[in-house]
T-cell receptor, first 112, second 114 residues
């Protein structure tokens, strides 16, 4: 099992739709969780951190379920500009130090 | 005033050649990283350096040799390039290398080995 897994998609949704992605992680000792956004041929950029109590930033809501070891990202009222790949990232600490492990990304395509 | 800059943006070369990718950050961060993103889009850490010292080396072949002359620079030299080295290589930095920090990525170097 991969350390961090995501459904690669693509998720094709119409503008205005609500869409949700999940990301599962295998290391129960993981401490920090993030969602990054990567546009085609660009670098990943932090979208939001994921806090234990869940957090919201405008149309975006991130949640953490420690018991089932997954994080989720909900996008409400999808815009064309939301089309991108969404990467989850999970931090864990091992002998090598702090490591941020990324999922393979979920591709979102918002259609007019 | 790019925060993390890496050069070149594109690198096309023949198998067996040696090439280098340079990375610089002007954010004053202590920790820098190299990540590799393959054709399936998996982004995997290769190395991390904290204040010029190697912290993480994730089972990368020793043909890859990072060099950090100071904490603002982390270059990647690759010897005897192989077809499987073709990928996008991203440099990144974070403030102290703590797990809860935001990573700032460079714009990537697309390496094509022919």
């Amino acid at each position: 099992r991969k350390e961090v897994e995501q459904d690669p998609g693509p998720f094709n949704v119409p503008e205005g739709a609500t869409v949700a992605f999940n990301c599962t992680y295998s290391n129960s000792a993981s401490q920090s969780f993030f969602w990054y956004r990567q546009d085609c041929r660009k670098e990943p950029k932090l979208l939001m951190s994921v806090y234990s109590s869940g957090n919201e930033d405008g149309r975006f809501t991130a949640q953490l379920n420690r018991a089932s070891q997954y994080i989720s990202l909900l996008i409400r009222d999808s815009k064309l500009s939301d089309s991108a790949t969404y990467l989850c990232a999970v931090n864990s600490y091992n002998n090598a130090g702090n490591m941020l492990t990324f999922g393979g990304g979920t591709r979102l395509m918002v259609k007019p | 005033d790019t925060a993390v800059s890496q050069t070149p943006k594109y690198l096309v070369t023949q198998m067996g050649n040696d090439k280098s990718i340079k990375c610089e950050q002007n954010l004053g961060h202590d920790t820098m990283y190299w990540y590799k993103q393959d054709s399936k889009k998996f982004l995997k850490i290769m190395f991390s350096y904290n204040n010029k010292e190697l912290i993480i080396n994730e089972t990368v072949p020793n043909r890859f040799s990072p060099k950090s002359p100071d904490k603002a620079h982390l270059n990647l030299h690759i010897n005897s390039l192989e077809l499987g080295d073709s990928a996008v290589y991203f440099c990144a930095s974070s403030l102290q290398g703590q797990g809860n920090e935001k990573l700032f990525f460079g714009s990537g170097t697309q390496l094509s080995v022919l």
